[in-house]
T-cell receptor, first 115, second 111 residues
Framework: ETGVTQTPRHLVMGMTNKKSLKCEQHLGHNAMYWYKQSAKKPLELMFV???????ENNSVPSRFSPECPNSSHLFLHLHTLQPEDSALYLC??????????????FGPGTRLTVT | GQSLEQPSEVTAVEGAIVQINCTYQTSGFYGLSWYQQHDGGAPTFLSY????GLEETGRFSSFLSRSDSYGYLLLQELQMKDSASYFC????????????FGAGTQVVVTP
């Protein structure tokens, strides 16, 4: 148990559906991240938030839309996805962006399958 | 281009020692971290090197040589529960948490 929870754990959606992934951290951290993990590939950083403000959008397609209503919650809204978007989506948090905050705490991920 | 290279798979027997190498080529360098991920689980932090040298945490040690753009994770006294994927990650900036990850090394521990 890392203190970061994600729901749902598994999601199957059609290309025309709209769904949302939810992440919640119980650690009092100020920074939150979305990563995409595909088989045999490095984790891809998608979005970074600091104190509810988006810091980075790493050239992610607009069919992925993040939302951070407060420092404990992070959402990833999905619409009109493609089959190649099937992957494990991981949420992470860190204390802040200081160099001493080198440890990221990951949630268990949402396994997304786009049909 | 920017990348982190690590072996895709390593197999070893219980009680053995395994070294997972990681070479990196990134736009910036502010430290090398290691994570463990069991099948179906969350990546969990193992170790961090901000400066050259060896860091020891129980059975696991991590080493960094910034001049060689190289580091490794050493797993000693292997146990079956150490079967997992291990990722190296480089922090590329000092202003926000931009980390670049390797593709991971699958460690298989056999009896």
């Amino acid at each position: 148990e890392t203190g970061v929870t994600q729901t749902p754990r598994h999601l199957v959606m059609g290309m025309t559906n709209k769904k949302s992934l939810k992440c919640e951290q119980h650690l009092g951290h100020n920074a939150m991240y979305w990563y995409k993990q595909s088989a045999k590939k490095p984790l891809e950083l998608m979005f970074v938030y600091s104190l509810e403000e988006r810091v980075e959008n790493n050239s992610v397609p607009s069919r992925f839309s993040p939302e951070c209503p407060n420092s404990s919650h992070l959402f990833l809204h999905l619409h009109t996805l493609q089959p190649e978007d099937s992957a494990l989506y991981l949420c992470a948090s860190s204390q802040d962006f200081g160099l001493a905050s080198y440890e990221q705490y990951f949630g268990p991920g949402t396994r997304l399958t786009v049909t | 281009g920017q990348s982190l290279e690590q072996p895709s798979e390593v197999t070893a027997v219980e009680g053995a020692i395994v070294q997972i190498n990681c070479t990196y080529q990134t736009s910036g360098f502010y430290g090398l971290s290691w994570y463990q991920q069991h099948d179906g689980g969350a990546p969990t932090f193992l170790s961090y090197n901000g400066l050259d040298g060896l860091e020891e945490t129980g059975r696991f040690s991590s080493f960094l040589s910034r001049s060689d753009s190289y580091g490794y994770l050493l797993l000693q006294e292997l146990q079956m529960k150490d079967s997992a994927s291990y990722f190296c990650a480089v922090r590329e900036d000092d202003s926000w948490g931009k980390f670049q990850f390797g593709a991971g090394t699958q460690v298989v521990v056999t009896p």
